[in-house]
Each structure stands twice: as structure tokens, then as C-alpha cells.
């Protein structure tokens, strides 16, 4: 069993090797993590040649469509309002808020930012806002980084609750109580992240000075609402409330306090936006494309069943492993995120008035840029898969609940961190570990809620550093190559985020034995 356990974890050792050591481009390091995963899979693990490919190929298809195919078209929206000058309009309403980069961070960062983890999931929360902060000066490196500390703890509730929802169908456990113990299974974590967001902005806790009870506020009026909406109506709606409660939230806070109060003894970060006066026709063009994607997002969810019902089954399901075990790969054609932020984009450019040969010059010119992001999103998910048909990931999984015993709690986050580290995808962690956590909670007569609870907290912590996602931000801010950079730098915020989720995951077996649900 060490032996697999060992060579199982050769290629995340090599990936945190190249990238965090070597400092080697992500596209490169990935590229030879799958060379090596497929080398060990077929001959250590006896998976047929063919076997090996098809495997690869999934992963390769799974990403192209739907994971890149939403990281292009939210960084093709981007471009495009920069193209059409929208994003600077957009800059000048934001200054008009407030000219303090913290204040527009919570807003954009953590309020919008969350709103796309809620409504999309696959990158957006952080390839949208990313992109965004960086536009309106922040420091690219910095806004990555605050992206994606403040994504963790919503992808329990992503894409209108798919991960949650999943996990309660893998386990057969009931999905009211399953969501309100994975939302106050975050409280702790989801309470900090926006403090740590400003830090990281603002190089350190001396930036909290004057936005303290802004940021206090931005917290509470997130956790509140997630928590009632997830304890009460399940898994759809925490993120999307609670990030609208929290943006509304945070300028009322702004105004107020502008209204009344003088100014911050500490000096706001300026942007670089010149004040000016942005009508209400003008402010709505501006933010068109954005306003389309809340639009067609939430009109082709579960939220509303006829337009849902409508177009859902509008997919083909492809078997492409060649092997036992396999499920067929399905393709939804226009129900899927990248397809919606695409044509908001375009709808968006045209309200704009820009021609369409200048939205295709951009489309064209955002492939080029990009292509290293998905290369590297490619290999890794890739990786994944062949990972997963190989027994590999059993193997890692099986080792660490054998040599974990009695601190099994603290453990568990874990098990989701490095699913997530390895897909990049919540769902896809809960779809792989969802059962061995269940069991295990059983074999250890411990709480079931609370333990599968704590695999898909694992998740959200193990996307902030995983290399698709990390990519997905690099490729975002024009910093492609920098990947190495980014995860040197968001690693300690990880290692506490982890710590803590272990932490709280054994205090909560404590108080929760094995009896109670939430």
C-alpha cells in the first residue's frame, strides 16, 4: 500500500515541485505531469495503452467543454468592454462609489465575485473580477490572489449549487441539512476572507485602517443570508442572495459613511479613473454585457423551469474511455455557462455599437492569448482522469484514511483538498471522494453530515491553489507565465485555510458526535 500510495502522489508532488520550486511556465510543468501520470499508469498500474488515451482524451474534451469554454468566453466579455471603452465607463461609475481600491475590491471582488461562483462556478469567480481589479489598478499579482482566497468558500454553492447537490445525490443523504451543515461548516472561513482579501490589497493589516466596519460589513451581510437560504431552501440560492445582499450592502455602507463621517485618517488607494459624470443610459450600455449574463444565466437555471426544461436535454452524451468503469461524457449545447456569458458578450458589444468584425478581431485575439491557460487546463484535467480509471487516486485516498485512525476529522478536508487540487472542480471532488467520506464516517460511527460536509469545504480550499485555477487567474490579468509566482504567494494562505478546516472539522465531530445533522 505505500508503495502505491508513493508513486500515486508522484505527479502532485511534481506539479508542486515545478511549479513552486522551478518556477516552471504551468503549460510546461503540466505538460510533463501527464506524460508522467499516463507512464505510471501503464506501467505500474497495468492500464492498457488504449485505455491510458481515452482517458486522457476525456479529460482533454471534459475541459475544452464546458471548463475553457466559460474561461474564454468571461475573458472574451472582458476584452470586448475594454475594446468598446465600456470598462473604463464602468471605472468611472466605480469611482463615483468610492475612489478606495479596498471598497471596489469588496465590491468586485467579493460581492460580484462570489454572485459569478453562484451563478457560473468554472473559473468565472475568478477570470471575471480578476480581470476587473487588475483593469482598475490594482496590482495583477495581488487581485489573482485576493481572488482566490475569496473563492474558496463559496464553491460548496456554485453554479447554482451543483457541488452540493451532487454530493447529497452520491451519498443519499438529505439535501436540506447536507447544505446548511456545508454552509456553517465555512462560517469561520467565509467570515475571514474578505479581511484577508483587503490584506493582501493593501499589503498587510495596516489596510484594514478605515475600512475596518466596511469590511465587517461585507463579511455579515454574505454569511447571514447564505446561511438562512442554505439552512431553509437548499443549495441554489446561498451564493447568489448573499452576494447581492453583500454588494448592496457594501455601497449603502459607502454612502453613508461618506454622507456623514469624514474622511479615512488612512490614505485610499487612488484609482486611475478620472471623476466624471456617467448618465444612467450611458452606465447601462457600459454594463450590458454583465447585465445579460445575470439575465441568462438565472432565466436558464433550475430557478425557472420552463426555459430550463426547455433546453436541458439539448446535449449529446459521448462514451469516450474505453474501459471498465466509464460514464459517457455529456455535452450541453446551449444550457451551460460559456454559452450564455458568449452571447451576452456579443448582445453586449452590439448595444455597445461595436461592429462584429471587431467583436470576431477580439475573439480571435483572445485565443491567441490565451491558448497557454488552456493548454495547461488541458493537461491537468487530463491528468485527472487518468489518475482516476488508473486506481491512483483510490490509492491515495484508501492510504490516508488507513493511516489517519482516531484524527479521521482532521483529515477529511484534506481528502477535498486534494481532489480539488488535482480536477479543479468542486463537483468533481464530491463525485470522487463523496462515498469514501460517507463510509468512513460510518466505519467511525461519526456525524455523516458533518464529514461529507467537510469534503467539499476541502474543495473550495484546494482550488486556491490548484494549477487550472491558478492558471484561469494568470491568463485573466496578463500574467501567463507568472503562475509559479502566484502559487508561491497564495501558498500560506492555503496552508491556514487547511489547518483551520482540519481544525474545525475534529472540534465539530466533538460537539456533534455522531447524532447530530447540522
Same mark, same amino acid.
Given at each position: 500500500?505505500?508503495?502505491?500510495?508513493?508513486?500515486?502522489?508522484?505527479?502532485?508532488?511534481?506539479?508542486?515541485?515545478?511549479?513552486?520550486?522551478?518556477?516552471?511556465?504551468?503549460?510546461?510543468?503540466?505538460?510533463?505531469?501527464?506524460?508522467?501520470?499516463?507512464?505510471?499508469?501503464?506501467?505500474?498500474?497495468?492500464?492498457?495503452?488504449?485505455?491510458?488515451?481515452?482517458? =486522457?482524451?476525456?479529460?482533454?474534451?471534459?475541459?475544452?467543454?464546458?471548463?475553457?469554454?466559460?474561461?474564454?468566453?468571461?475573458?472574451?466579455?472582458?476584452?470586448?468592454?475594454?475594446?468598446?471603452?465600456?470598462?473604463?465607463?464602468?471605472?468611472?461609475?466605480?469611482?463615483?462609489?468610492?475612489?478606495?481600491?479596498?471598497?471596489?475590491?469588496?465590491?468586485?471582488?467579493?460581492?460580484?465575485?462570489?454572485?459569478?461562483?453562484?451563478? &457560473?462556478?468554472?473559473?468565472?469567480?475568478?477570470?471575471?473580477? =480578476?480581470?476587473?481589479?487588475?483593469?482598475?489598478?490594482?496590482?495583477?499579482?495581488?487581485?489573482?490572489?485576493?481572488?482566490?482566497?475569496?473563492?474558496?468558500?463559496?464553491?460548496?454553492?456554485?453554479?447554482?449549487?451543483?457541488?452540493?447537490?451532487?454530493?447529497?445525490?452520491?451519498?443519499?443523504?438529505?439535501?436540506?441539512?447536507?447544505?446548511?451543515?456545508?454552509?456553517?461548516?465555512?462560517?469561520?472561513?467565509?467570515?475571514? #476572507?474578505?479581511?484577508? &482579501?483587503?490584506?493582501?490589497?493593501? !499589503?498587510?493589516?495596516?489596510?484594514?485602517?478605515?475600512?475596518?466596519?466596511?469590511?465587517?460589513?461585507?463579511?455579515?451581510?454574505?454569511?447571514?443570508?447564505?446561511?438562512?437560504?442554505?439552512?431553509?431552501?437548499?443549495?441554489?440560492?446561498?451564493?447568489?442572495?448573499?452576494?447581492?445582499? &453583500?454588494?448592496?450592502?457594501?455601497?449603502?455602507?459607502?454612502?453613508?459613511?461618506? &454622507?456623514?463621517?469624514?474622511?479615512?485618517?488612512?490614505?485610499?488607494?487612488?484609482?486611475?479613473?478620472?471623476?466624471?459624470?456617467?448618465?444612467?443610459? +450611458?452606465?447601462?450600455?457600459?454594463?450590458?454585457?454583465?447585465?445579460?449574463? *445575470?439575465?441568462?444565466?438565472?432565466?436558464?437555471?433550475?430557478?425557472?423551469?420552463?426555459?430550463?426544461?426547455?433546453?436541458?436535454?439539448?446535449?449529446?452524451?459521448?462514451?469516450?474511455?474505453?474501459?471498465?468503469?466509464?460514464?459517457?461524457?455529456? *455535452?450541453?449545447?446551449?444550457?451551460?455557462?460559456?454559452?450564455?456569458?458568449?452571447?451576452?458578450?456579443?448582445?453586449?458589444?452590439?448595444?455597445?455599437?461595436?461592429?462584429?468584425?471587431?467583436?470576431?478581431?477580439?475573439?480571435?485575439?483572445?485565443?491567441?492569448?490565451?491558448?497557454?491557460?488552456?493548454?495547461?487546463?488541458?493537461?491537468?484535467?487530463?491528468?485527472?482522469?487518468?489518475?482516476?480509471?488508473?486506481?491512483?487516486?483510490?490509492?491515495?485516498?484508501?492510504?490516508?484514511?488507513? !493511516?489517519?485512525?482516531?484524527?479521521?476529522?482532521?483529515?477529511?478536508?484534506?481528502?477535498?483538498?486534494?481532489?480539488?487540487?488535482?480536477?479543479? #472542480?468542486?463537483?468533481?471532488?464530491?463525485?470522487?471522494?463523496?462515498?469514501?467520506?460517507?463510509?468512513?464516517?460510518?466505519?467511525?460511527?461519526?456525524?455523516?453530515?458533518?464529514?461529507? =460536509?467537510?469534503?467539499?469545504?476541502?474543495?473550495?480550499?484546494?482550488?486556491?491553489?490548484?494549477?487550472?485555477?491558478?492558471?484561469? !487567474?494568470?491568463? =485573466?490579468?496578463?500574467?501567463?507565465? #507568472? +503562475?509559479?509566482?502566484?502559487?508561491?504567494?497564495?501558498?500560506?494562505? *492555503?496552508?491556514?485555510?487547511?489547518?483551520?478546516?482540519?481544525?474545525?472539522?475534529?472540534?465539530?465531530?466533538?460537539?456533534?458526535?455522531?447524532?447530530?445533522?447540522?
Amino acid at each position: 500500500m505505500l508503495v502505491h500510495f508513493i508513486l500515486a502522489l508522484l505527479p502532485i508532488l511534481w506539479l508542486i515541485l515545478a511549479l513552486g520550486k522551478l518556477k516552471m511556465p504551468s503549460y510546461t510543468a503540466c505538460g510533463i505531469a501527464l506524460l508522467l501520470t499516463a507512464a505510471l499508469a501503464g506501467l505500474y498500474w497495468k492500464l492498457p495503452v488504449l485505455h491510458v488515451a481515452s482517458a =486522457a482524451l476525456e479529460g482533454i474534451l471534459n475541459a475544452l467543454w464546458p471548463i475553457c469554454l466559460v474561461i474564454i468566453a468571461a475573458l472574451f466579455t472582458y476584452n470586448l468592454s475594454v475594446a468598446t471603452g465600456a470598462m473604463e465607463r464602468i471605472k468611472t461609475m466605480l469611482g463615483t462609489i468610492s475612489n478606495d481600491q479596498r471598497i471596489l475590491l469588496l465590491i468586485i471582488g467579493w460581492g460580484f465575485g462570489n454572485f459569478m461562483e453562484g451563478m &457560473a462556478g468554472f473559473g468565472t469567480a475568478v477570470a471575471i473580477p =480578476a480581470s476587473m481589479l487588475a483593469g482598475i489598478g490594482l496590482d495583477p499579482v495581488s487581485a489573482v490572489l485576493a481572488c482566490l482566497v475569496m473563492n474558496t468558500t463559496p464553491t460548496a454553492f456554485g453554479s447554482v449549487g451543483v457541488p452540493t447537490a451532487t454530493l447529497a445525490s452520491i451519498t443519499g443523504l438529505e439535501l436540506l441539512p447536507l447544505a446548511s451543515t456545508a454552509a456553517f461548516i465555512q462560517v469561520l472561513h467565509t467570515f475571514i #476572507s474578505p479581511f484577508l &482579501a483587503v490584506m493582501i490589497c493593501g !499589503g498587510g493589516i495596516k489596510a484594514l485602517k478605515g475600512v475596518l466596519g466596511t469590511t465587517l460589513i461585507a463579511s455579515l451581510s454574505f454569511i447571514i443570508p447564505s446561511l438562512l437560504f442554505a439552512r431553509f431552501l437548499g443549495p441554489e440560492l446561498p451564493n447568489i442572495v448573499g452576494s447581492m445582499c &453583500a454588494m448592496l450592502c457594501i455601497i449603502i455602507a459607502v454612502k453613508i459613511r461618506n &454622507a456623514f463621517f469624514t474622511k479615512s485618517a488612512a490614505q485610499p488607494v487612488q484609482t486611475e479613473t478620472e471623476t466624471a459624470h456617467i448618465g444612467f443610459a +450611458e452606465g447601462l450600455q457600459a454594463w450590458a454585457p454583465f447585465i445579460l449574463i *445575470f439575465i441568462l444565466l438565472l432565466s436558464t437555471s433550475p430557478l425557472f423551469p420552463p426555459l430550463y426544461n426547455a433546453i436541458k436535454d439539448i446535449k449529446t452524451s459521448v462514451m469516450v474511455y474505453t474501459g471498465t468503469g466509464g460514464k459517457p461524457l455529456t *455535452f450541453s449545447w446551449i444550457n451551460t455557462p460559456g454559452i450564455m456569458i458568449f452571447i451576452a458578450a456579443v448582445c453586449g458589444s452590439l448595444i455597445q455599437k461595436a461592429r462584429l468584425s471587431d467583436t470576431m478581431r477580439v475573439f480571435i485575439a483572445t485565443l491567441k492569448k490565451y491558448w497557454t491557460a488552456v493548454f495547461t487546463i488541458c493537461a491537468v484535467i487530463a491528468t485527472a482522469k487518468i489518475m482516476i480509471y488508473s486506481g491512483m487516486i483510490s490509492d491515495i485516498a484508501i492510504a490516508a484514511v488507513a !493511516g489517519a485512525g482516531p484524527v479521521y476529522p482532521f483529515v477529511a478536508p484534506l481528502i477535498g483538498v486534494l481532489g480539488a487540487f488535482i480536477t479543479g #472542480s468542486g463537483t468533481s471532488t464530491c463525485v470522487l471522494f463523496g462515498n469514501l467520506q460517507l463510509e468512513t464516517a460510518t466505519a467511525l460511527q461519526l456525524n455523516p453530515y458533518w464529514i461529507t =460536509a467537510a469534503n467539499v469545504m476541502g474543495a473550495g480550499i484546494g482550488k486556491m491553489v490548484c494549477p487550472q485555477n491558478i492558471a484561469i !487567474g494568470a491568463g =485573466a490579468t496578463n500574467l501567463t507565465g #507568472s +503562475e509559479s509566482k502566484i502559487l508561491a504567494s497564495v501558498f500560506k494562505y *492555503f496552508i491556514l485555510y487547511a489547518l483551520l478546516a482540519g481544525l474545525i472539522c475534529w472540534l465539530g465531530v466533538l460537539v456533534f458526535g455522531s447524532t447530530a445533522q447540522a
